[in-house]
């Protein structure tokens, strides 16, 4: 058996690796790939409303003994973080009269990280209680993070950002997963309350879905395209729940 600060950076190492998926587009001409992309974004408005609603906030108040109202005061300053975030990021644009990336691709990248983080201090204690509950909840994790890093993908690359670009910095995001698990090993005393983080990082995802992709969906005008849009985002939210209540 690997010492066990092994076995949890191994785990969270190849849960970072899931990030890459991107990578199977690359194959796709321009052409091809943007006639998908909007309908990735459409999945992506999904995975991120569904890791929110039937992920994020179940798991922050199954694991809190603090009272809900607590709780959906930190996803609210989730929410009230993000939307600074991004009026900052918008003024800098203005600034430079020329913003190639669009601001939310940031917010995506920051919640992502948010988000990795936490999964990587959960891995980690996982394996610190039993080798056992540490591989069945990365499994768990790993289940969820496929449709996501999909949909993080998607994101980035219609904000602005290049197909290679998009895969390289998902990557980087997903190694904080890394970090909280070290974080998690050397300094499990000073973990700061994961029920909020979560509701925190849920905030992140509500805002960039509501705000940013799902009004991008609007610009759409033909009806069978907005269907198709409708049934993806749909799938997206059903595969979410599904993976949850498999977990």
């Known amino acids: 058996m690997l010492p ?3 076995l949890i950076l191994i785990s969270t190492f190849l849960v970072s690796a899931i990030s890459l998926v991107g990578i199977v587009f690359l194959t796709l001409n321009e052409k091809w ?11 992506a408005s999904g995975t991120l409303l569904g890791g929110a609603f039937f ?16 709780l959906f005061i930190a996803l609210s300053v989730g929410l009230l973080i993000f939307f600074l975030l991004e009026k900052s990021l918008w003024r800098h644009c203005h600034e430079r009269e020329k913003c190639p990336v669009h601001p939310f691709s940031y917010l995506n990248l920051i ?3 948010v988000h990795n983080f936490i999964d990587g201090i959960i891995i980690a204690m996982g394996f610190m209680a039993s080798p056992l509950q540490g591989f069945v909840i990365t499994l768990a994790v790993t289940a969820h993070e496929i449709p996501q890093e999909i949909g993080d993908f998607s ?4 904000g ?6 998009a895969i390289g910095y998902n990557f980087l995001t997903a190694l904080t ?11 499990a005393s000073i973990i700061p309350p994961i029920p909020y983080m979560l509701m925190f990082a849920a905030g992140g995802f509500i805002y960039i879905a509501t705000t940013d992709l799902m009004p991008e969906l609007h610009k759409e005008r033909s009806i069978k395209r907005s269907i198709i849009q409708f049934i993806v985002l749909t799938i997206g939210l059903f595969l979410m729940w599904f993976l949850t209540w498999l977990h």
């Open 160 to 165: 602005g950002f290049s197909r290679a670009k």
């Open 177 to 187: 997963a890394m970090l909280g698990a070290l974080f998690a090993y050397f300094g």
């Open 55 to 70: 992920h994020l906030i179940p798991e922050a108040i199954n694991e809190s003994n603090e009272s809900s109202q607590q």
């Open 33 to 43: 790939f943007r006639r998908v992309l909007i309908i990735l974004v459409s999945f």
């Open 4 to 6: 066990l600060l092994a």
């Open 155 to 158: 994101i980035l690359i219609y």
């Open 111 to 113: 919640g992502d990280g």
